[in-house]
């Protein structure tokens, strides 16, 4: 109700500020221009914060950067709370009543359904999870299941798929319950809501990376710190399609609904929910595939499955063989994704005619259940419970042999362009450290004002306060010459994301076949774990920032790419028509037309751009790029809380500060939506 | 509706059987096997292993003799060292089967906490300290003396070291000192944190191809000296008086460092429960040489941790035959 209060009383407050830009288009005086947009008042109020700040600031600590009078020493707290958990983990009764039941209660699910899994043999698993593609989402997505776990097979791979599985079983339904009831709470409730968002937002914005640490802490190394840690990451987009479906339900249905006299509670489980469940589903489909994306970072706490042979192989550096571990990812990715997708889209639909009785509803589940029992007692009849060692085609030879060749041919001395080391260290000498020298040589209060002003300009006074805020808060840890170095580190690689990203993302949406050859590749590069691509990029462009930066790359590309394409498609056709038949050349539409009108979506690919290559700029402290990433890894490796802990927070104030800087303007829309 | 109703009934049966199921009392945060261990009533032992990949032949072995010929199924978490421990002593590893030396942990979980106990010698000694490779060794003979390190800061110099020459160090989870080493000695060298093992070993085979000079912090036993020959730089002389005041204060630290009996430690409850495996996995006893044999094989022929014990073993009847119990 509230949300249809609110929508009638911002149109009146659009109409002034229309008329006054037409007023000023008549009488275009600079004076008047200034003192009526918008942004110029902004600037101006920056500009007297600054000049009483700034003179004060330097006249009590001259030096650029940031002041240690303004720092706190938190490490030896945190020390000391490290040393507090492991003494007391055996006897304290917060670990015993209630982490450690935590604990066992993830360890009990997760084996449960490992050992289902096993029951079942890899016949009955293959036959359970086609049959089951088919009956939710048709033939097609049933073929391409089929097809991905013989593969998972082939690859010989069975035994930590079906790890990763359990374990994803468990996050996800954790994630799932945790964010539906979240959502549930900001749906019906709006101060809920409200209070809700900035959470949500925050545990979106944190890299994965940066709370490992205190999870491992509390919960050990294993498969309960994993599950945590990937509930986390999970469980935001779930809470919020969740809120978002509860809200937009139809008023008329609700209103309908309450005059036959039901109850609130009839009125949820009869209406509110069924009408949300194509978010609802949408929300488990995200759920999965964020969790699939932290299965390997998962197992650099002792996650196992899959993501430990990922691990394990980077460690002889042996590429074809993590690829051999990454294709499973992707492939249940690829599964679980089409299944919930096509479940999704089907909702709507009427049920199915025709076809004889026994292949809708009950029956046909209970065929299903008979299927899959018969095909596992005849797969067990038939030998092995895990995949048949014999059945496996080894793919590590040829696709290392691959890289040797890439190496050797692209590494250095290649005519004109010059080889791939080559880039890394222009790239190094070029960009990089003349970014980071400049960002580390600006004096802090710069620093602080350059954010406020850039997150005001783009948002509201919250937005810049919250931004500023960030960004003090990593000086007031005591890492600002770090944070400004990945902070340089993510600008590099955002920029040079953009400009790819944009150039193509124009390109794929002229041409629909360009789109359509790019859909794979781009699929493949969204959920293909990262790790997998950190050492070829060591062995392309050497130790240092620069693999970072392309791991990083490649990462970011595939949304920015996607998001600039769908935003230009959306482009209104009339306008794009209108513009045609006034003679304006493709270039011309491109500019004036579509670019303008695409506005939100290239700030949202701006923004995701951000976020994903800071993610994995992070994930670069393991090929050598230092700063804030190193110490992460650092403090996972010594277990040292305090150096981890510290640049985990720093990590965490930068992402908000990005996060706030480039926050497109369509959020604060779509509260109202 | 009331399909519900039973949905909703079913689902708090279920936790509750999950409550009763981990016990209503007090959950003990040292029993926490994982949870792919002993599924179907096998006997599995989950052993961890580190990232370099001495230790992954050390677990490839053991876990190749005590699948064929123990019968246990054995599980591999990959782990760093010092969260290792910690898996240790909560029982989610029953193993560490190649410890360089952490006085920190020894204290607190042998001594104080006794929930892991030492599992005896490796029988491989690790010797960590920095190398230049030979070829650039082989040409100027003097680089081997740290005192001259200075005169090739220039040409260890890459685009990461910032002007000064680059030593480079691997994975944040090895013992170093470098930072110390650097500043005490006062050579004009940056370090660069590879980051990870793989990383550092992905670069110095890049370098050894171009036959670019370069310094590395670097270890024995390791494989990599097979395929890029290297040689040790001497740092000034280790003593235990340096080392004992490094321990102090590990901003002073200025010699060389120790050689160390790799140690192999296992769970407390595992030494005692452990079976077989227990026994066998104290039992385990092997050289350098052995090690090196193994790890060549994993690391620069491709084979699969598996195939490459399977390879050892079979050649080497005589050494293992005396690790079964």
Redesign the interface.
Known sequence: MSATATRPSTDPATEPAATGTAADETRPSLLSAVVHSHAARKLAVLVVIAAVLVPLAHAKWASGSWPDALTVDVSEPLGKASDWI?DN??SHWI???F???I???V?????AV??VL??LGWAGVTAASTLVAWRVAGVRVAVTTLVSFAVCGLLGMWVPTM?TL?LMAVAVTASVVIGGLLGLAGGLSERAFRALRPILDTMQVLPAFAYLLPV?LIF?????GAVLATVIYAAPPMARLTALGLRGADAGVLEAVASLGATWRQRL?SARLPLARKELLLGVNQAIMMALSMAVIA?V??G?GLG?RV??A?????V??ALAAGLPIVLLAVVMDRTTASAGERLGEPPAEGGPRLLRGWPAWAGVGVITVAVTLVGRLAGSQTWPTGWTVPI??PV?QFKDWM?DHL??GVPVVGGT?DW??DY??WIL?PLREGLQGLPWYAVLLIVATLAWLIGTWATALTATAAMAAIGVLGVWAPSMDTLSQVLAAVFVTLVLGFAIGIAAARSTRLERLLRPVLDVCQTMPQFVY??PV??LF??????AAAAAIVYALPAVIRITTQGLRNVDPAALESARSLGATQGQQLRQVQLPLARPALLLAVNQGVVLVLAVVII???????AL??DV??G????DLATGLVAGAAIVCLGLMLDRVTQPTSRRDRKGA | MARTRTRLLMAAAGIAAVFTATGCGAADMTKQSSPYANVGGAKSVTLSVQSWVGAQSNVAVAQYLLEHELGYRVDTVQVDEVPAWDALSQDRVDAILEDWGHPDQEQRYVKDKKTIVPGGGLGVTGHIGWWVPKYFADAHPDVLDWKNLNTYAKTFKTAESGGKGQLLDGSPSYVTNDKALVKNLKLNYQIVFAGSEAAQITQMKQFAKAKKPFLAYWYEPQWLFNQVPMVEVKLPKYTDKCADEGAKDPDSFDCAYPTTPLQKYLNADFAKKGGKAAAFLKKFHWTKKDQNEVSELIASQGMSPEDAAKKWVEAHPDVWKKWLP
């Not at chain 1, 360890?107 to 084996?111: E, F, G, L, T």
């Not at chain 1, 050497?542 to 693999?547: E, F, K, L, S, T």
């Open positions: 492991i983990r055996d670990f015993l009543y982490f450690g039941h604990s066992n209660v360890i009990i699910c997760v084996r490992y050992v096993l029951t790890q359990a491992v050990g190394i294993g498969v309960p489980l197992s706490i002792g196992g430990d691990y394990q980077l460690s002889s550096v042996d074809g063989k590590e030879e290392n190496v590494y250095t080391a890394a260290s190094v000498k450290d950190l050492i060591v062995a050497g130790v240092g920032r620069a693999p670069g402290g393991l090929v050598g790029s230092g990433g190193y890894v650092f996972l490796a010594q277990g």
